[in-house]
């Protein structure tokens, strides 16, 4: 039942992107690398642009309740970073690495990017540092995803948000 659930969450999203948003093949190659390197339910696809960059940010929920979240180039169908979230920074794979609170980081993000935060994830990236990741939406409704590593307070990646598929589990918002 759950990999037919799958099935049919990426079938929807396949539909509905290319419904959407054209004739695109990249998010069909996104997803069949990601369910490749990690099964699990999809709750969420965005796609952002950064660092000239079009990306596919995928999140997975394994067969644990661990989320785990791909980064994918829309080009190539190429996984670029895989990182795995936590549900609070007080998370001790979180907490070990962590200098900055969520406030102080916060408060970083906003200097350079203001606007409201809409959304917090606490994530472990592949070498197992802690990073938040702030989605802000400024006055215009532009929305940026903005990474800030939790040990040195710097904004490690930047990219804009095009669209988002699916919702984002409750504690983090």
């Given at each position: 039942?759950?990999?037919r659930t799958t099935t049919l969450i990426l079938s929807a999203l396949g539909t509905i992107s290319m419904a959407a948003h054209g004739a695109d093949?990249?998010?069909?190659?996104c997803l069949a690398s990601i369910q490749k390197r990690k099964a699990g339910e999809v709750v969420k696809v965005e796609k952002i642009h950064g660092e000239?960059?079009?990306?596919?940010?995928?999140?997975?929920?394994d067969a644990n309740g661990m989320e785990w979240?791909?980064?994918c180039d829309a080009e190539t169908g190429e996984i670029l970073e895989v990182e795995s979230e936590v549900r609070s920074p007080?998370?001790?794979?979180f907490r070990q690495g962590r200098k900055l609170t969520v406030e102080d980081a916060a408060a970083v993000a906003l200097k350079r990017y203001p606007g409201v935060i809409q959304e917090v994830e606490y994530e472990i990236e592949d070498d197992?540092?802690?990073?938040?990741?702030?989605?802000?939406?400024?006055k215009d409704g532009k929305e940026m995803k903005v990474e800030v590593?939790?040990?040195s307070g710097k904004i490690i990646e930047v990219w804009s948000e095009e669209w988002e598929i699916g919702m984002e589990s409750e504690e983090h918002r």
């Open positions: 039942m759950k990999h093949k990249g998010i069909d190659n000239g960059k079009t990306l596919y940010e995928a999140e997975i929920r979240e791909f980064m007080d998370s001790l794979s197992g540092k802690p990073t938040y990741e702030f989605d802000i939406v400024s590593d939790a040990a």
